[in-house]
């Protein structure tokens, strides 16, 4: 854990603001004990403060930020729904093996590992699982982490309250190793800032939780000299192909969102520590917190983790960046009436494409199932761009048009931080629509293609977001709807069908069949 001095922050940025042993019952951490959903009440010394770089060494304060939107801070947490208590949970599911699963696969969906799983029904050999196999997934807690809100949802999902957060600006205040960092992406040199900047949007995750995680794990942020043990993994994941500050920030955010997601949507209860044991969820946290708890797990043992989500840990490095984060709350995030405007296919009136992958994750492992994929009906496999024209499944501002991805946002204020926003990935640059341009429902955005993303062969790819929020394409108020099609997640990604009235379409990946996946859009161009 590495102490900064504190940060200089740009005078123009206005920040408008599981597995087990059938072990007994869970311990709480006695060294980070805390009462349930409590933190520390803000105060002059932990209120975010803004500077100006003067020409002197001492900055200038200037006054406290608040949100780009105007959001309820009162003194409490992130709402949340209930979530059983630790005692109340079952210490296993049980998995029924569907075609096309790996027992790697199934452990990651319930953040086991293949041993627990395969230890606990007696598999010998780890590839023998057979389709319709009931696995047992042990998943009980030893350990019950600390009830401490580290960060509200709204700063861990790039969303309204970084609408004005200027990252670039932001760093000019700082000397460490991240602002003058260069590295080669996807054949691009960027710099630090612009990886930072890169992973947000594409994994919809808050910069300035990516950048306290950096600075906590490898002194990036402030240090300018590090240390060499960190230069190459400085999030602290060795692993193959992880190498490098985007490698390392891709996986953090994927860490981050599958926490996130993962107690929010789907009431997952647990994270796994580094040493194999598992710590619960204390009932009380949030998101946000349960995202920050998920993701130093992943990076820690048990003695290791409760430093770093105790009080001296990500807390105190958060704090001396910014300052309290909850000062930075939008709140609701998502309003409980949330209703997606309509949208319809997103390929020419009277053509048919193909469902070839129902709902999943919106960017990158961890997110919610928010995309859907579509096939044109002039590709059969390979990677050469499509003839065929994505369209506008709704209105909008093209606010980003690159490496692939459209993103519009509907609501034309110019952020895909906040409103209804989506995602269109893998579509070519040749004939990509350029940032800047409204567009209409039904208007050409591009061609479907394998750019951007990871691909193996030619589709579309769209995704929906609310204030930065991924939303899951099936369930909850705000199903993905197109065309009067609605989605419903299968039991794994990528399976699942759309409905309309008594009609399903099935989601198929190798499949192109019109009565059986194949979908006829009425999406035509608006009249002139």
Sequence with gaps: MRRLPQALVCGMLLTFAACTRHAATPTPMAAIEAT??????????????????????????VPTPTPAFP?????????DPAHADVSERSDQDVYVVCPGDTLTGIAWAFGCTVEEIARANGLADADAIWVGQRLTIPRAPTLVGPAVQLLPDSELVYGPAYVHFDLACFLTGFVGYLAASTETVEGQPLSGIEIVQMVAQRFSVGPRALLALLELQSGWVGDPDPPEEVLAYPMGRVEFGRRGLYGQL????????????GWRREGRGSARLVDGQRVAFAPGVNGGTA??????????????WQQLVGPEGFAATYE???GNPFVYAVEPLIPPDLAQPEMRLPWPGGDTWYLTGGPHEG?????????LDFVPSDMSGGCSPSSEWVMAAAGGLVVRSEAGEVVIDLDGDGYEQSGWVVTYLHVAAD?????????????????????????TATHLHIARRFNGEWIPAGPGPAPFVLSGWTAHEGQRAYDGTLTKGDATCTACEWCMLDDYNGLVSDNSPPQE
């Excluded at 995202?291 to 290791?304: G, P, W, Y």
């Excluded at 960017?363 to 995309?371: H, L």
Aim: net charge neutral.
């Design 250 to 261: 891709e996986w953090a955010a994927a860490e981050l969102n599958a926490g996130y997601y």
């Design 291 to 304: 995202a920050v708890q998920n993701f130093l797990a992943s990076v820690s043992d048990r003695q290791e």
């Design 320 to 322: 001396r960046l910014f």
């Design 431 to 455: 004939g990509r629509v350029p940032a800047g341009t409204w567009v209409e429902q039904g208007q050409r955005l591009g061609h479907p293609s394998c750019e951007g993303g990871f691909a």
């Design 36 to 61: 349930p959903a409590s933190r520390a009440t803000p105060s002059a010394a932990s209120t975010p403060t803004q500077t100006v770089p003067p020409p002197v060494a001492s900055p200038t304060p």
């Design 363 to 371: 960017w990158g492992r961890g997110s919610a199932w928010a995309a």
């Design 71 to 79: 959001g309820t801070y009162a003194g409490t947490p992130t709402p």
